[in-house]
C-alpha cells in the first residue's frame, strides 16, 4: 500500500484494502478486491437488513493484534445469528493477506464481515476491509473524552432474558449506536456511555467501560447485556500477569464518578481516559494503574 502517514490533516486519506475471503464465483479462497470496485450485491441482506456480524481488528506494525480473540467472539456472534461462516483457518487467511496488502507504515483498522449473502439465495458473503486509523481515535487516546450518559431502554436482565435480541453479539445493526453518537457529538461530546432502564452502566456504542478504584480494575460483567470486550481481556490477561486485579462488577453512574479513572477500551483507539461525564469534570491525577499501557502491551504497540 502507499507510504502516506496517517497524520495528514486536510486530505483525508482514503487508502482501503478489501479481500474476499467467501462468496463469488471463485468460493472460499481469499483474494484481493479492487477497493474502488463494488463488492456486494444489492440484494446482499447486509446492506438490506444488516442481517450479519462483524469484528474490528487493530493492524500495528503490519500486524494484526489478538486475531484469536476476535474470531472466537465472530463465531459466537454467527452462532447466535444461525450462520454459517468461514473457518477459522479461512478468516486467518484472508486477515494475513489483508494486513500484507496494507502494510506496516500506518496503524489499520481491519473489519471482517459476515453477512448472510443475497436475498436471491446463494449462500453467505464473508470479507474484509482495512482503512486507516483515523484522527478520532488518536486524539481520543492522547487527550482523553467527555462522554454523554444515555439510555439503552433495556433492563440489565433483558439480554439473558431476550436472545433474540442478540445484545451479547457484534451484528451488523449498529445504526442505533452511530445515531447515539452523532446526538453526542452534536451536544459536545466525544463519546456515550449506555445505561440500563434500572441505572446500570452498560458500555458505549464501540466501546468497554473500565474503572479503576482503590487499585483494582473494575468493568460490568457480560450478563448486564453487553459485548464482551477482547481490549478488556487481553488487558486482563496482562494485567493479571503483574499482579494487578481486574473485576467484573455491575457500577452505577456514581461509581464512574468518584472512581479514582475512568477510560472507554476498544480494540481501534485502545485506552481513551474519561475526563468528563455530561457536566462533571472527573480527576486529573496520574492513575496509580494506567490502563493505556496495558491495553498497549496486550496489543503488541509497547
Ligand atoms: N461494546 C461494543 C458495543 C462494541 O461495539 C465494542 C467494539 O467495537 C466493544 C464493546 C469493545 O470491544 P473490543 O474491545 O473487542 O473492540
Known sequence: MGTATDSTVDRPDTRRVVVLVAGG??????????ADQPLLLADDLAAVRGDGCFETLLVVGGKVAKPERHLARLRRSSAALELEGPSDDEWLAGITLAAREWGAAAEGMLRLVLSRGPERGGGV??????APVGPQARRARAEGIGVTVLS??????????????????????????????????ARGFDDVVYLSSDGEVLEGPRSTVVILRDGELISPPGEVGILEGTTLGAMAEVAEREGITVRRERLLVADLLVADAVWL??????????????????????????????????????
Open 25 to 34: 464465483p471463485e468460493g472460499r479462497r481469499p483474494r484481493v478486491h479492487p
Open 125 to 130: 458473503t464473508a470479507y474484509i476491509t482495512v
Open 152 to 185: 439503552r431502554g433495556f433492563a440489565s436482565d433483558f439480554g439473558e432474558s431476550a436472545p433474540w435480541m442478540l445484545l451479547g453479539s457484534k451484528t451488523l445493526s449498529y445504526a442505533a449506536n452511530m445515531a447515539a453518537l452523532r446526538y453526542a457529538t
Open 265 to 302: 477500551v476498544s480494540s481501534v483507539t485502545l485506552a481513551a481516559r474519561v475526563r468528563r461525564i455530561d457536566e462533571v469534570t472527573l480527576p486529573t491525577a496520574e492513575p496509580s494503574i494506567d490502563v493505556a499501557t496495558l491495553v498497549d502491551r496486550a496489543v503488541g504497540r509497547a
